[in-house]
């Protein structure tokens, strides 16, 4: 019984370590985000793989990602929602920057 309890204790105190909070933080956007939809294509930001990183500091979340092209008329308004929806999943303020990366296709769409 009371290596039932050290285990239990164990596991709550490895689920408040920075990096598993900062894990969990992260899997809440990227879920949140699944609902978030390209406009023009129809599928989410995840499955496009418009998502490129999220890192947290102590005082935000920073969004990294791409556009499916670089003057995308509806860039600035999925950047709003991306940003709207992240920061509702983590509470917390999100800031969201466009990499000048160019946007591939995942291999299941080509």
């Given at each position: 019984m009371?290596?039932?309890q050290k285990t239990e204790g164990?596991?709550?105190?490895k689920a408040s370590?920075?990096?598993v909070a900062e894990a969990e933080k992260q899997e809440k956007i990227?879920?949140?985000?699944?609902?978030?939809l390209d406009p023009e294509i129809g599928l989410s930001v995840?499955?496009?793989?418009?998502?490129?990183?999220?890192?947290?500091?102590a005082e935000e979340a920073e969004i990294r990602m791409v556009l499916t092209t670089?003057?995308?008329?509806?860039?600035p308004m999925l950047i709003g929602q991306i940003q709207s929806v992240a920061e509702q999943a983590v509470e917390m303020p999100v800031k969201?920057?466009?990499?000048?990366?160019?946007?591939?296709?995942?291999?299941?769409?080509?």
């Open positions: 009371a290596d039932e164990d596991v709550a105190k370590t920075p990096i990227l879920n949140a985000l699944q609902a978030v995840i499955d496009l793989d418009l998502i490129r990183e999220v890192e947290f500091t670089p003057f995308c008329p509806y860039g969201v920057t466009v990499l000048p990366d160019r946007w591939e296709a995942p291999p299941w769409l080509r």
